[in-house]
């Protein structure tokens, strides 16, 4: 198969709240490919587990779930909830559930056209030969900040410091875990989002993206 028609990859990985999802959204939708937050597919397994009552450290349990999930039918809202992220977290450290989501989100990734994965070992991990790598980052101020912003438009209570401290220790547990730690792939393109808007994001992403398709495509 050439590499103009095999399907286009683009991974995009970095820490809570750095912009990445609604980037990769926003370039799935320019061009024309399916998107994939990895991190909804480990919440998923961790909504079933709590749906049937099941302990959230029942590895068996949750390999079924795993094995069960359909990545086209993630429910973001359903999902999105603290209580499920939490849950979550305790689910993403089991190797075999962790294998079980990487092949599924493989296989996502390989149909044509392609797609945009997110989340915090795409290029490194999940899809290491995607056409185009991005690590979207911002500081934890900035990033707490936008968290807040989101909560309070959407009609939540919630407090500054209380996210900040819970931004850190996520980027503490996702940095720090011995199976597919969150870092940037060697040949990633580095996004600091801190001074950037959506827009510019989407630009600077898009002009990265348009010359590894040119690259491909042998112009």
């Given amino acids: 198969m050439s590499s103009a028609a095999a399907p286009l990859v683009i991974a995009i990985d970095g820490p809570a709240a750095s912009g990445k999802g609604t980037l990769a959204r926003r370039l799935a939708a320019h061009y024309g490919l399916r998107h994939l937050d990895t991190g909804l597919t480990y919440r998923a397994v961790a909504q079933r587990m709590l749906a049937y009552g099941l302990p959230l450290d029942n590895v068996s349990a949750a390999e079924t779930a795993a094995g069960q999930l359909d990545l086209a039918q993630l429910d973001r809202d359903l999902l999105s909830t603290h209580v499920i992220g939490e849950a979550a977290s305790k689910v ?81 547990r996702d940095m720090g875990r011995a199976d597919s730690p969150l870092r940037p792939a060697a040949d ?21 993206i348009d010359d590894a398709i040119a690259g491909r495509n042998g112009s």
């Avoid at 994965?117 to 991990?125: M, N, S």
């Avoid at 990633?188 to 990265?208: C, N, P, R, V």
């Fill in 92 to 172: 993403a450290v089991m190797a075999s559930v962790r294998a079980i989501l990487v092949e599924a989100q493989r296989a996502f990734a390989s149909a044509l056209p392609g797609a945009v994965l997110d989340g915090r070992d795409i290029g490194t991990v999940v899809c290491p030969d995607a056409a185009v790598k991005l690590y979207a980052t911002a500081s934890a101020d900035v990033r707490a900040t936008r968290r807040l912003h989101e909560i309070l438009d959407r009609g939540g209570a919630a407090d500054y410091a209380t996210i900040l401290a819970d931004i850190e220790r996520r980027d503490a």
């Fill in 188 to 208: 990633a393109h580095l996004l600091d989002t801190s001074e950037m808007d959506i827009e510019t994001a989407f630009q600077t992403a898009k002009a990265i």
